[in-house]
């Protein structure tokens, strides 16, 4: 089992940065795909962002592309999600999530951790 938590939530004005992180207890992080989903009240959950075990590759959806970074620590058993020019429309419950499969859809990750709240005001 891996026990995901995800912290570094919170309000912040448009054109803010927050960096958000997932770390990872009970098992190492070290051998998984870790993507970052996100869910807006009254929508479905997300993708946002993923990066592979070794850090080695990312990808992001068209909407966070060129704002957002997906990087990992290993050796911290971390993943980070630095986020810039941050828009009210970013506003969201953002989960971290682990995956011994796929990349871009949530029933491929297996682990998931509890979420942590980004509001970004106008």
């Known amino acids: 089992q891996v026990q995901l938590v995800e912290s570094g939530g919170g309000l912040v004005q448009a054109g803010g940065s927050l960096r958000l992180s997932c770390a990872a207890a009970?098992?190492?992080?070290?051998?998984?795909?870790v993507g970052w989903f996100r869910q807006a009240p009254g929508k479905e959950r997300e993708f946002v962002a993923a990066?592979?075990?070794?850090?080695?590759?990312?990808d992001y959806s068209g909407s966070v592309k060129g704002r957002f970074t997906v990087s990992r620590d290993n050796a911290k058993n971390t993943v980070y999600l630095q986020m810039n020019s941050l828009k009210p429309e970013d506003t969201a419950v953002y989960y971290c999530?682990?995956?011994?499969?796929?990349?871009?859809?949530?029933?491929?990750?297996?682990?998931w951790g509890e979420g942590t709240q980004v509001t970004v005001s106008y």
């Open positions: 999530a682990a995956s011994g499969r796929g990349w871009y859809f949530a029933h491929e990750y297996g682990y």
């Open positions: 009970g098992r190492t992080l070290s051998t998984y795909t």
């Open positions: 990066i592979n075990w070794s850090g080695g590759s990312t």
